[in-house]
């Protein structure tokens, strides 16, 4: 039953195969992969990294107030490995990914039962998308290695009846989700919000005073793991702001024009081919193309200050979304279709050549086996979390997460925020093959709404997702139709 006493699940031979599992096929990709072009974060991150690595100044990017974690990552790397530096990060990443199979695996076991666990781990080694983003140099891999792990804790902490076990296991949630902030600064207000259920607990077994102490220990280790950071833009900036990408993406989220940054890269080399660009249906492109003019509300260029522009760009953004309330609630929709769409960056690299070893040699299939993992995850994820989630106070934590990641990704539309949810759709497919418990049809209802508002947000999507996927299949300069 959730919430029982477990076995030891990470010691066990079925479990280290499945992690040995993934730690192959995560090899094999970067093995194959050849020569990896950087694209956009990737190049900025590697630009932060060697000059705090030469110079030893810690820089910001003109329109980002990005969190330190990635960089002095990779600086890590090029002071270990000189030029070998992305080859080491890229490895580092395969490894680091084995916290996110182990994590999937023992949120799988905590929630329903072994059985599970397991399975979503095998799901974890075969996901293509997610195996993928191990040799690109963004931060999400080494953000879900201590993320996922810091819910595992949490969701352990809410089952613990030992006080000390229950201490550790928080202390632990909140050392990991503070060190995964200084990498994705998305985490910063879920990490607090997740300690809701636990105060719900303490409120029901000890009352007021219990809760204020329960949570009162997690939320100063957070906070403590943080004031380098704070410390560090205070005396830069002079107020102590976190990092901050809010602004950057109120622009690009909140504006007449919207921007789906999967295709952004892959219209500028269909352009360059001479082939029509793939564009989102009509009620959703750009109202001044459908001859009603709508101003898109520029960025706040003017302000040298970055946290100051970054904080103006955020207020021009709710303004707009106030004064043209339509076009931002028709667009969330859109955005939310390119969150949930079955495609990845692995199609995106595919498409646009950015792989020269054998793995661009083997396009075709890799394309198909990423789309089918995709859609197979979401699909079944959704509807098997619908169906078998718990009523528990766990599982209240993995439905505020993903409400959370939803809401986060409905500003900037990009298939990349959706990754964060892919360890727990796989454990929701695998509660869904696994489980045979009678639900109930309240329950069934809501899985039933949930696969339905997929597939129509995957059918408000088709003539991109399509677009897309051809040209993964055959590539840009290939002759795709």
Known sequence: MPGSPVRPLLTSPSALVILGLGLGVRALLLLTAGPIDLQSDEANYVHLALTLERLGVLLDCYRYLWPPGYP??????????????????????VLASLSIGASTMVLGQRLFDRRIGLLAGVGWALHLPLAAFTHLLWSETLFLALWLPALALLVGALQEEAARARTLHLTGYA?????????????LYLA??????????????AGVVATIRAVTLP?????T?????????????????????????????LNATHRNFDLI??????????????QVRAPFRDPREAGRPVAEWPR???????????????????????DHPGWILRSRLQKWSDLVAPVSFLTRHLALGHYHGPLADARPLLAALAALASA????????????????????????????????????VAMSRFRLPLVPLLLIGAAALLLRRGEEGPGRRLVAGALGAALLALWWLGAPTTIGLLRAAWGGIEGGAS
């Open 192 to 205: 607090p919000l997740l300690l809701l259920p636990l105060a719900l607990q303490e409120a029901r077994r």
């Open 376 to 411: 197979g995850a979401l699909l079944l994820g959704l509807v098997g979390l619908g169906l078998h989630l718990p009523r528990s106070l766990p599982a209240l934590v993995v439905l505020l997460n993903g409400l959370y990641l939803l809401a986060t990704g409905s500003l």
């Open 265 to 278: 890269p892959v219209n500028t080399a269909l352009q360059r081919a001479g082939r029509p660009v793939l």
């Open 175 to 187: 050392v990991l989700s503070g060190a995964a902030v200084h990498l994705k600064e998305s985490a």
């Open 72 to 93: 002095a990552f990779l600086r890590a790397c090029f002071a270990l490995a000189d030029d070998g530096g992305l080859a080491l990060a890229r490895w580092i990443q």
């Open 225 to 253: 793991v943080l004031t380098p950071w704070t410390l560090r833009n205070l005396e830069v900036y002079g107020s102590p702001r976190l990092a901050s990408t809010l602004g950057e993406n109120a622009y690009n989220g």
């Open 219 to 223: 939320l100063l280790v957070f906070v």
């Open 300 to 322: 706040a260029e003017e302000i040298p200050h970055l946290p100051t522009r970054l904080e103006a760009n955020r207020s021009r953004g709710l303004t707009f979304a106030a």
